[in-house]
């Protein structure tokens, strides 16, 4: 699931047929400027996770990543370490006609259950909830289809050893061609869709959002979000099958006291997807289908007559009840791995229902459904889906102040657009005056030694058609990533990723390589309206997918002169791996700790030793906003040495990130801990707009 947010505005000419989007939520206004900190006597240092939950109580430690505004920092004089403040059935006939109670659609949408607040006692947000329950089937998505690849691998390579087909029997006799059949079937036997086999899980875990269906809007999920696949609407309860169109609530509810006075079965969403040829679609109004006869598997043409029962039967008692009914809407996408995306578009109601010979002649059961007035704009028009995409061309960029900020140096062009200043100015630190220069990967100083590389993997290819492979064992038995559709896609943060160095002999582009293989994403540098510069991605970008490496110059901690410094982000990927001073500990920490680099002892110091320094020297990733809620997260990289006081510092996506999106990652500061020069603690307020906002940055 995914949302079209609001970012600094683009003139429609640069789309093609764009809507437009929702103008920036009421908190975001131009006085709230994220200011970044001068560089502080006490080096905060990075979380464990981006999308790790929320400080329950100030102190939690951070990153140490600083980056600089217009604006200077607003210093508060304080003491040096103080701590911060039941129905029966229905039986009527497809003719007749029930008076329509008024109902309405707030109170009954949630059930008792506050829209934003949260019902659980966790105290987070519905929004961030929903984010998580999506992180979590991602991460049991992507395990499911590791699984099936190394089962499908592991299948082939059985054929391959016994020669294809197993030519003959016991007794030498050849066998039948109908046993050879049978023989190569059940070697190539799929198992269960890894999708399917991520809701199993979720529901096993109790781990479903909404296992209650409900009437209505749901907590955290806005009209315009988008989900891409059904599976992610199952595991958040908002369309609870993962095959049929209509969702309804069974006879078990007609018993809750909330219910009383509704007749059941009682629809709660529909989803239109094209299945159906008799649909028709008129964004505020819909002509829909009732389900059953139709050929699933074939050409989606009426086969067989509709029966007034389940999903058709609940559509007609939600007409006669007069509830308020989700509509979701599916629309073709190279992007999803279903083929579709699905937007919500917001609840409707069934106003009118016929029974009518359909375009094949069979029986179909039709309900007209119109949309409740009081919503959000529609994101789609019709089933033909048409969204905002990205900008055919760079030249044509309004407000364009910056062909490329890379140089040529990046797989794709980094534009960097400005349509807040008048006139337009580029970022004052790609001015040659500034002494800015662009570099994709990090620049080691002659006095800091690397360890030298490591003994790489003997596999031919790709690593993932070794069993055996030495680095896949270095990340406990499976390798970090997953290549499905040819993209690299990370299973799940980890303490620390072992990737193919220069001394494995596999391929280059071996999926072990993943976050090796540069930008594989349209990006822009833009001017925010009320945050400085940030970056946005032009494409989607799915869960797990590498975004790029935090680069600058490698430094030690202790050589930094307590100057400005606005671009550091410190190598604490040990001390994170260890717990210390608060953070969180990632799965893996315990295994790998004892494998690393000999120097990694138990006794080390708490702070960071190594930073990178990207004040002079960097790349795109310095211009990256902060959020509380970000959708990107920071996984420590390990390919030629085992030392993670060097590791590479890189950045992945969280979430699905759609097209217009702004990137953000959690630059995790302890509260209280950035000191200016004078020794007076620096207090900075958050305005990143996020539901779950700490309110402050430091």
């Not at 930094?560 to 606005?566: E, V």
Request: with cysteine; aromatic share 6%; proline share 7%.
């Amino acid at each position: 699931m995914a949302k079209v947010d609001s970012v600094a505005p683009v003139p429609s000419p640069t789309f093609m047929d764009a809507t437009p989007l929702n103008p920036l939520p009421p908190l975001v206004v131009e006085e709230l400027v994220l200011r970044r900190s001068a560089r502080c006597l006490n080096r905060p240092t990075r979380p464990s996770y981006a999308d790790q939950e929320p400080p329950k109580k100030p102190g939690g430690r951070g990153r140490g990543k600083r980056k600089r505004d217009e604006e200077k920092p607003e210093l508060v004089v304080a003491q040096q370490g103080a701590k911060s403040p039941g129905r029966k059935v229905s039986k009527v006939e497809a003719g007749e006609r029930k008076p329509m109670p008024v109902i309405a659609a707030v109170p009954v949408s949630c059930a008792g259950v506050a829209a934003e607040d949260d019902a659980t006692g966790t105290g987070k947000s519905a929004k961030l909830r929903v984010k998580e329950t999506l992180r979590a089937f991602n991460s049991h998505y992507l395990h499911f289809v590791q699984e099936e690849q190394k089962r499908a691998q592991a299948a082939l390579q059985e054929i391959e050893a016994k020669g294809g087909l197993k030519r003959q029997t016991k007794g030498g006799k050849k066998k039948s061609s109908k046993q050879e059949a049978e023989a190569e079937e059940k070697e190539k036997r799929p198992s269960k869709r890894p999708d399917l086999k991520a809701i199993t899980k979720m529901q096993e875990m109790n781990a479903v959002l909404y296992p209650e269906k409900r009437i209505g809007h749901l907590p955290g999920i806005d009209v315009g979000d988008q989900f891409y696949s059904r599976a992610e609407m199952v595991v958040l309860g908002i369309h609870s099958h993962w095959l049929n169109g209509i969702d309804y609530m069974g006879m078990k509810y007609q018993a809750k006291k909330e219910y009383e006075k509704l007749t059941f079965p009682l629809a709660t969403c529909i989803v239109m997807s094209g299945i159906y040829e008799d649909d028709l679609d008129k964004a505020d109004e819909i002509i829909y289908t009732g389900q059953g006869g139709n050929d699933l598997l074939g050409n989606h043409r009426q086969i067989g007559s509709q029966q007034l029962k389940r999903g058709n039967l609940a559509l007609k008692n939600s007409r006669d009840n007069g509830n308020p009914i989700r509509v979701i809407r599916g629309h073709l996408s190279k992007n999803s791995y279903t083929g579709k995306i699905y937007t919500y578009d917001g609840i409707y109601k069934v106003v009118d229902d016929w029974v009518q010979n359909g375009v094949q002649g069979h029986v179909v059961f039709k309900f007209k459904l119109k949309r409740l007035e009081g919503q959000p704009s529609l994101t789609t028009s019709e089933v033909r889906f048409t969204r905002a995409e990205a900008p055919t061309t760079i030249s044509e960029l309004p407000g364009l102040v910056c062909d490329d900020i890379s140089g040529g140096q990046e797989n794709i062009p980094i534009p960097a657009t400005n349509l807040v200043d008048d006139p337009p100015v580029p970022p004052s630190d790609l001015e040659v005056s500034q002494g800015f220069t662009y570099l994709k990967s990090l620049k080691i100083p002659k006095d800091i030694k690397i360890p030298s590389s490591i003994i790489g993997c003997d596999c031919e290819g790709d690593c993932a058609t070794n069993k055996n492979c030495s680095c896949a064992q270095r990340n406990g038995s499976d390798l970090p990533y997953v290549s499905y559709k040819n993209i690299g896609r990370l299973v799940e943060p980890k303490a620390v990723v072992f990737e193919c160095g220069a001394n494995c002999s596999c391929d280059h582009d071996c999926v072990n390589r993943t976050s090796q293989q540069g930008l594989q994403y349209r990006l822009e540098v833009f001017k925010t309206a009320s945050k400085g510069w940030g970056v946005r991605t032009w494409d989607t970008i799915l869960p797990g997918a590498p975004i790029c490496e935090y680069t600058g110059v490698l430094r030690r901690t202790e050589d930094l002169d307590g100057s400005q410094n606005n671009y550091c982000f410190d190598i604490d990927c040990l001390q994170t791996m260890k717990g210390l001073d608060g953070r969180e500990k990632r799965a893996g920490s315990e295994m790998h700790l004892p494998n690393l680099h000999p120097e990694n002892d138990s006794d080390g110091p708490p702070a960071p030793e190594y930073c990178i320094d990207a004040s002079s020297i960097g790349n795109f990733a310095r211009f990256i906003n902060h959020s509380c809620q970000p959708n990107l997260f920071v996984q420590c990289v390990l390919s030629s040495h085992n030392d993670v006081k060097l590791a590479k510092v890189t950045l992945f996506a969280a979430d699905t990130i759609l097209p217009l999106q702004e990137l953000s990652y959690d630059y995790g500061y302890r509260l209280d801990s950035v000191v200016g020069p004078d020794g007076k603690i620096v207090k900075l307020p958050c305005h990143c707009g996020a539901p779950d906002c700490r309110k402050r940055l430091y």
